[in-house]
């Protein structure tokens, strides 16, 4: 926890950033029957019956000091996908970084050997030498500020019924490029010193 926090306090540099990743999914829910349309006194009603068309994955990656995410529909949330969306964090959002800071939870894809399933071992080595990654602890993914976007992602875009990861796709898309041109940034408040008073019960006893 302290490792995390103390990240957070780092000054902004453009050849070390830090970014926030994680990942949620979501259902994909079409209409069995056409909404009604809103009338006056009367908003749009739909029928509580539904068809379940799946689960997509979305990845996001979030650099609080610059307000910049991206965020990428997938249909699965394997190695090879988290493999992939590292490679484009590397090569196409920040090819000018030497090493990009990565905070994220300790979900069992989450590691350097993703890397090596998806490429060949002269890749997976250079894009694992383009990354620091910092975990959260257990139970601690609240120190995770992609988490928190996701939550704004969640409110803000996801609050209804979509129907295919094709949709999904143009809503956070639409989402991502007005969140980015607003550039919303977030600067984290809760510091080592807050932590080892206000969760002193989670310190060993010496």
């Known amino acids: 926890m302290e490792e995390v926090l103390s990240i957070y306090t780092q000054p902004y540099d453009a050849e070390r950033p830090v970014v926030c990743l994680d990942e949620s999914s979501k259902q994909l829910i079409g209409e069995v029957r ?6 006056p006194g009367q908003p749009e009603r739909f029928d509580s019956e539904y ?6 994955n979305l990845f996001i990656a979030f650099e ?11 249909d ?14 590397v090569d196409e959002h920040y090819p000018t970084a030497k090493t990009i800071v990565l905070v ?23 894009l694992a ?11 601690g993914s609240w120190l995770n500020m992609a988490e928190i976007e996701f939550s704004h992602l969640s409110r803000q875009c996801l609050d209804r019924r979509i129907e295919s990861k094709e949709i999904l796709q143009q809503e956070v898309t639409a989402w991502m490029a007005e969140r980015n041109q607003q550039q919303t940034s977030m600067q984290w408040q809760f510091t080592v010193e807050d932590a080892r008073i206000k969760l002193k019960r989670l310190y060993p006893l010496v």
């Open 64 to 74: 609080p000091l610059v307000g910049q995410r991206l965020v990428e529909v997938t």
């Open 51 to 56: 068809a379940r068309n799946g689960v997509a």
């Open 129 to 139: 030498d383009k990354l620091e990654i910092h975990y959260t602890p257990k139970h």
């Open 34 to 39: 056409k909404p009604l349309p809103p009338e």
């Open 104 to 126: 994220m939870d300790n979900l069992n894809t989450h590691d350097k050997t993703s890397l090596y399933e998806a490429f060949e071992p002269e890749e997976a080595k250079r």
């Open 76 to 89: 699965q949330r394997t190695r090879i996908d988290f493999a992939h969306f590292v490679k484009k964090l």
